[in-house]
């Protein structure tokens, strides 16, 4: 793989499965079980990771992976990001995208207002929640659905973000120092 921007995320590593090499993994392709099916999966580092068997078990696939024959193996293994080439994958359809098309992508209120950058996705299993960069100040987390996300036009590098009220709330909040609660407040 040539460079980062070609690479695409396409499962995370976790923890042992067993004693002969099987490793849990969180796949964040659309179908879990087409993970066997891309190729070549390769860490950032440049390893290549084949898939020999695999599968579901919960909220995880148990991947068996050529060359990972125990456990101490596969403990090394632990928090493994796995990337496909972006050519390795099918274009996608008019409506769909993938999350690193979005990465970078400026995030804007519907009033036009900037908001700030997407920088990442996360998903610990309430839902996808988009991370937002904005001009000053911590990272925010929005939910990444079609209330809080209505406009995704890549084209034109922007996605429209309509913030659930305790974010507004809490920028409003900390413009200022006013309305921070006792223990928020600086001193």
Known sequence: MADEA?????????????VRGEVRVKSFTADPLALRDYKPLVSRDGRLFVVERLRPAKDVLVVKFRGLDDRN??????????????EALPE???????????????A???SGEPFG???????HGAGEMVEVAPPQGQTL????????????????????????????????????????????AES
């Open 117 to 123: 950058t997407i920088v990442a996705f996360h998903d």
């Open 141 to 184: 987390l929005v939910p990444f659905t079609q209330a809080a996300v209505p406009v995704i036009d890549i084209a034109a590098g922007r996605v429209v973000v309509v913030p659930p009220p305790e974010i507004s709330e809490r920028d409003e909040d900390s413009e200022g120092g006013e309305g921070k609660p006792a223990d928020e």
């Open 6 to 18: 070609d690479k695409i995320l396409l499962a995370q590593i976790g923890a042992p499965h067993g």
């Open 73 to 86: 193996a596969a403990e090394a293994l632990n928090g493994t990001r796995i990337f496909v080439s972006r």
């Open 108 to 110: 804007m209120l519907e």
């Open 92 to 106: 996608p359809d008019e409506d769909e995208f993938y999350h690193a098309d979005l990465i970078g992508l400026a």
